[in-house]
Every structure is written in structure tokens, then in C-alpha cells.
């Protein structure tokens, strides 16, 4: 069992950066893949970034592409997703996410077994 608290959201300008943090509990945590799904008021909730268990491949949104950067410290049981440049279409809550499935990148949200319970991140422009 993996329990997921995201922190770090708020209210940030076009241009500037944020970064989000995910904190797990469990003994599991440095084998699972991790990611970053969004969701903004009346849209599915879309993939934004993954990463695997020893850190050592990531993938990422077109959307987010060369400006976001997913990150993990396991032992600090901590995932990360720095926002850089981020632009009004960022405006979403951010959901943490901990797949059992951690050799490989995943970016469907079935194959996710865990989630965090969100954070807001509302770029103004």
C-alpha cells in the first residue's frame, strides 16, 4: 500500500516557476514508476510526466515538453515535478501518481495504482 501527498501548488504567473512535491509512504516506493497527471475544470484528466523507479528514464507531455522536469529521490520517498515557464493552459490540479509497474514508463492512468489527492496550480497570464 502507497499512500501520496502532492504540496506545492498555488497561484503563479506565465513565465515564472513552481514546483510540485510528492511524498509516499511505504516501503515500496523506490520500485514503483511515477507520474504526473492533470486535470482542468470540465476536461479528462490527461498524462503530463513519468518517470521510472530508479530515475533513469523519463517521459513527458508534448504539451509540457522542455519545460517541466520530472524528478525522484528515493530516499527521501519524494517525487518531483518543476514547472518552468509555465503558461495559463497549465491551470489544472495536479495529481501524483504510483504505478506497481515500475520497470518501464507508463502513461495510461489504469495503469496506475495509486493516487494522490491533488494540488492546484493556477498560472495567471
Known amino acids: 500500500q502507497v499512500q501520496l501527498v502532492e504540496s506545492g501548488g498555488g497561484l503563479v504567473q506565465s513565465g515564472d516557476s513552481l514546483r510540485l512535491s510528492c511524498a509516499a509512504s511505504?516501503?515500496?516506493?523506490?520500485?514503483?514508476?511515477m507520474g504526473w497527471f492533470r486535470q482542468a475544470p470540465g476536461k479528462e484528466r490527461e498524462f503530463v510526466a513519468a518517470?521510472?523507479?530508479?530515475?533513469?528514464?523519463?517521459y513527458y507531455a508534448d504539451s509540457v515538453k522542455g519545460r517541466f522536469t520530472i524528478s525522484r529521490d528515493n530516499a527521501k520517498n519524494t517525487v518531483y515535478l518543476q514547472m518552468n515557464s509555465p503558461k495559463p493552459e497549465d491551470t489544472a490540479v495536479y495529481y501524483c501518481?504510483?504505478?506497481?509497474?515500475?520497470?518501464?514508463?507508463?502513461?495510461?492512468?489504469?495503469?496506475?495504482?495509486?493516487w494522490g489527492q491533488g494540488t492546484q496550480v493556477t498560472v495567471s497570464s
Open positions: 518517470i521510472t523507479w530508479s530515475g533513469g528514464s523519463t
Open positions: 511505504g516501503r515500496s516506493f523506490s520500485s514503483y514508476c
Open positions: 501518481a504510483a504505478s506497481r509497474l515500475g520497470l518501464i514508463i507508463r502513461i495510461a492512468p489504469n495503469d496506475y495504482s495509486y
